[in-house]
């Protein structure tokens, strides 16, 4: 659902820059010329897009924490690879993830070992998870991924649905647990999940980036979810009154995130943390210092 609606976007831009282009040439009808002029215009115009909603975001995020140090290179450099990230998440990756993810099977695993199932963010869809997932099978983890749906559903429909795909998974695989690992949202549809159906299922979680304690962000966002995101929001209050689960945890979270204001909402009391500077929100998930926890994380589990 998430990528037609994205690919809906792409084709009303092109669209539009189609008509825009016709009108300044003074063309009755749409030549193949003019179709191919707006198929390169996509291109600026959703960089330019990127670039804006970036800005927006880090404006309106923006808190009296003091910043990260490390310089004005750092900070340019955080910002270019966020850029890119965003770009190539929702321009290029997420539109088109049936041909990016390609199958999704798993097929069953060796006894003892326990997949991994990729959890998403808000407004994405499982091809946001397209680069780490390429290099946990390279090296040799079985990993799955599920698309929360429907995209604006509250947290808990959304954990209703990743409970349906967990079960999927260790019929698929024979295994007995999964490791959740999730990015932004994502960790708090996996926590929903364990409050509503325990541990049994779950071997451990990494959560990338997750606005645990909310994010000011999330009062421009649509739906309920974005509504439960909000600091304060009483279903936060309610998942953070439970105790943490009682199972192996990892917080992986960078004080330079754009999307999580403040960025150390990602902090749980009593959670492990990796802390990584010099990454954005969405470039996390392209990051292979990201991948190197990951992989140590999963090798010890």
Do not use: K
Not at 4 to 25: S, T
Not at 271 to 297: Q, Y
């Amino acid at each position: 659902m998430m990528s037609r609606r994205l690919c809906g976007v792409l084709a009303a831009e092109a669209l539009a820059l189609l008509l825009l282009i016709d009108v300044m040439v003074g063309r009755e009808a749409p030549t193949p010329w003019t179709a191919l002029g707006a198929c390169v215009a996509l291109v600026p115009l959703n960089v330019f897009t990127v670039i804006v909603a970036y800005v927006a975001a880090r404006w309106y995020g923006a808190t009296s924490a003091p910043a990260a140090s490390g310089g004005r290179a750092r900070a340019w450099r955080c910002t270019l690879g966020e850029l890119l990230a965003l770009f190539a998440a929702f321009v290029v990756i997420q539109p088109f993830e049936r041909w990016w993810m390609g199958r999704e099977a798993v097929g069953r695993v060796a006894p003892g070992r326990v997949p991994v199932l990729l959890v998403h963010g808000y407004l994405c869809n499982r091809g946001l998870w397209w680069w780490l997932r390429r290099r946990l099978r390279a090296r040799h983890f079985a990993v799955a991924t599920v698309d929360l749906e429907p995209p604006l559903a509250g947290l808990d429909e959304l954990a209703a649905r990743l409970a349906e795909r967990v079960e999927s998974v260790l019929v698929e695989t024979g295994a007995a647990q999964v490791v959740l690992v999730t990015h932004s949202m994502g960790g708090l549809v996996s926590r929903a999940y364990l409050r509503a159906h325990g541990t049994s299922r779950v071997a451990g979680m990494v959560t990338l980036a997750a606005p645990h304690h909310g994010t000011r962000l999330a009062r421009l966002g649509w739906g309920r979810n974005a509504r439960e995101l909000r600091p304060g929001s009483a279903w936060l209050r309610s998942l953070n009154a439970q105790p943490v689960p009682a199972i192996p945890l990892r917080s992986v979270w960078t004080p330079d995130d754009e999307m999580l204001a403040p960025p150390d909402t990602a902090r749980l009391p009593g959670v492990r943390e990796t802390i990584l500077a010099g990454l954005g929100h969405v470039a996390m998930v392209f990051s292979p210092r990201v991948l190197a926890c990951l992989e140590a994380e999963l090798t010890c589990d």
